[in-house]
Nanobody, 125 residues
Framework: QGQLVESGGGSVDAGGSLTLSCKGS????????IYWVRQVPGKDYEWVSV????????FYADAVKGRFAISRDSAKSTVVMQMNNLQVEDTATYYCAARANWYDWQISPDQFTVWGQGTQVTVSS
């Protein structure tokens, strides 16, 4: 059974930075795309950034381009997302998720092979 464990969430003032980490186990990390997905209560899930676990291809949602950076350490089955210049609208629960193919639709837990437990990010004005 695959597992993804997130860490690094917290509270920060607008303009601040946070780093989220996601460690995978029990599935072929290097053969999957690893997503960061966020959700505000009452709203749909929103993909934020994506990286291929083995090849390093990266994708960013327009809302975070230039502010967030995703990277991976394949040997450690870990993905890190550096979030800079955080804004109030970045407040959400952030999830790490994995699936074999990259596409920016069908963003919900049932569309992923592995889905993490989530970590809260709160940005205050």
């Amino acid at each position: 059974q695959g597992q993804l464990v997130e860490s690094g969430g917290g509270s920060v003032d607008a303009g601040g930075s946070l780093t989220l980490s996601c460690k995978g186990s029990g599935f072929p990390f290097n053969k999957n795309y690893i997503y960061w997905v966020r959700q505000v209560p009452g709203k749909d899930y929103e993909w934020v950034s994506v990286i291929h676990g083995g090849g390093g291809r990266t994708f960013y949602a327009d809302a975070v381009k230039g502010r967030f950076a995703i990277s991976r350490d394949s040997a450690k089955s870990t993905v890190v997302m550096q979030m800079n210049n955080l804004q109030v609208e970045d407040t959400a629960t952030y999830y790490c998720a994995a699936r074999a193919n990259w596409y920016d639709w069908q963003i919900s837990p049932d569309q992923f092979t592995v889905w993490g437990q989530g970590t809260q990010v709160t940005v205050s004005s």
